[in-house]
């Protein structure tokens, strides 16, 4: 079993940041992409970005120059680097890891579907 646990959300204000954090536990097996997404009130869950085996990112594309994802090997820890926030990126956000392939669609933009394990989310909220 592989355990996802999340941390660092919290309240700011537009233009702040923060970072987020998703610890790793159990076997590595089957993880070997990692990812976060998010999902705001009456929304469906959308990819943020993710991060590939062999170091490789990507990113929607409104989030592209403010989010950064980044990973500790060492402890198998995930990141994502989150700058010059707005409201609009209120909402839980959700670390994932999947399979090899969940890195390798066609479009580089995380799919829901593609993700075995979940952590709990972290909530993030913006305000004005």
């Known amino acids: 079993q592989v355990q996802l646990v999340e941390s660092g959300g919290g309240s700011v204000q537009a233009g702040g940041s923060l970072k987020l954090s998703c610890a790793a536990a159990?076997?590595?097996?089957?993880?070997?992409?990692m990812a976060w997404f998010r999902q705001a009130p009456g929304i469906e869950r959308e990819g943020v970005a993710l991060?590939?085996?062999?170091?490789?990112?990507n990113y929607a594309d409104s989030l592209k120059g403010r989010f950064t994802i980044s990973k500790d090997s060492a402890d198998r820890t995930l990141y994502l680097q989150m700058n010059s926030l707005k409201p609009e990126n209120t909402a839980m956000y959700y670390c994932?890891?999947?399979?090899?392939?969940?890195?390798?669609?066609?479009?580089?933009?995380?799919?829901?579907?593609?993700?075995?394990?979940w952590g709990q989310g972290t909530q993030v909220t913006v305000s004005s």
């Open positions: 994932a890891a999947g399979p090899w392939y969940a890195c390798r669609r066609a479009g580089g933009i995380p799919v829901e579907s593609d993700y075995i394990y």
């Open positions: 159990g076997h590595a097996s089957g993880t070997s992409c």
């Open positions: 991060f590939d085996s062999d170091g490789t990112t």
